[in-house]
């Protein structure tokens, strides 16, 4: 039994009662199928338990899902036995950072949408340390450091990532003019990477409040295990259902939309950056 299950593994488990419940099948009708105790089913469906390639395809096929690629990606969700770089900052941070890192080493690529703050994997150091250094309550030097060199092993994924962010997060001064300057910097290089697309929406321009709203949008295998990323009070929100994917697809589209090319982009940071 799992003490404290992964978002990975909660979202697996997840897939696993839509997919019963589709089927209109209740959890004892489920399990008589198996031929497990409809407790299993239980532990299954709340990640407190895995489950088998073999138990996974069966259940698969009892609730009639044809969709032969769907099962597959639960297959490889169930039998990853990956332990990544992010678990030695397990009991040192909050669950949630460990779970934004294991979701971007499985994603597929990257969006982000960012209004106040530059987007994390995109941070220079001190600007990242400038963030978490004006979090309340504050941070012990031991929890800051730990903060500051998670987010940095967070950008050595190299996956495909679209980035939008708008000119309130590019002047919004975070920490000192110098910090400022080099994340300015910084975002230039990095917007000549061949996998980073960065596009700024400045004030001027039309179209964007009403497609504003800060996120990260992390592609799963297949559309459907595709996952968003929303910040609260209470720490990271993940959302997978599929409404909810399908309006944040849109959304961001229509940011994307009501931005600058990336080469007009650039000019715009560099004349931001020469104000400084």
Do not use: N
């Amino acid at each position: 039994m799992r003490r404290e299950p992964t978002a990975r593994q909660l979202r697996l488990a997840t897939e696993l009662r839509r997919l019963r419940e589709a089927a209109g099948l209740s959890s004892r009708e489920a399990a008589a199928l198996l031929g497990v105790s409809p407790a299993q089913i239980t532990h299954i469906e709340s990640a407190l338990a895995g489950v088998s390639e073999q138990r996974l395809r069966r259940l698969a096929s009892h609730y009639a899902c044809t969709d032969a690629e769907f099962v597959d990606a639960l297959v490889a969700m169930a039998t990853d036995r990956t332990r990544g770089w992010w678990e030695e900052y397990r009991g040192l941070l909050p669950t949630s950072f460990l779970d934004l890192a294991e979701l971007e080493h499985h994603a597929a690529f990257l969006r982000d949408v960012a209004i106040l703050y530059v987007p994390g994997r995109l941070q220079t150091e001190d600007y990242a340390r400038a963030v978490f250094g004006s979090r309340l309550p504050e941070l012990t030097d031991e929890e800051l450091d730990l903060r500051v060199s998670h987010r940095r092993a967070r950008q050595q994924i190299v996956i495909p990532h679209e980035v939008v962010i708008h000119e309130a997060a590019l002047r919004f001064r975070v920490g000192d003019r110098a910090t400022a300057k080099a994340q300015l910097r910084q975002l230039l290089e990095l917007s000549e990477a061949d996998h980073i697309t960065l596009r700024v929406v400045p004030f001027d321009l039309d179209g964007f409040a009403k497609a504003s709203s800060t996120m990260t949008y992390a592609g799963g295998p297949l559309p459907k295990l595709d996952t968003v990323v929303r910040d609260a009070p209470h720490g990271s929100v993940l959302i997978d259902s599929e409404a909810q994917l399908s309006t944040y697809r849109t959304s961001f589209r229509r940011v994307e939309a009501a931005s600058l090319e990336p080469e007009r982009s650039r000019e715009f940071i560099h004349k931001l950056a020469k104000e400084l």
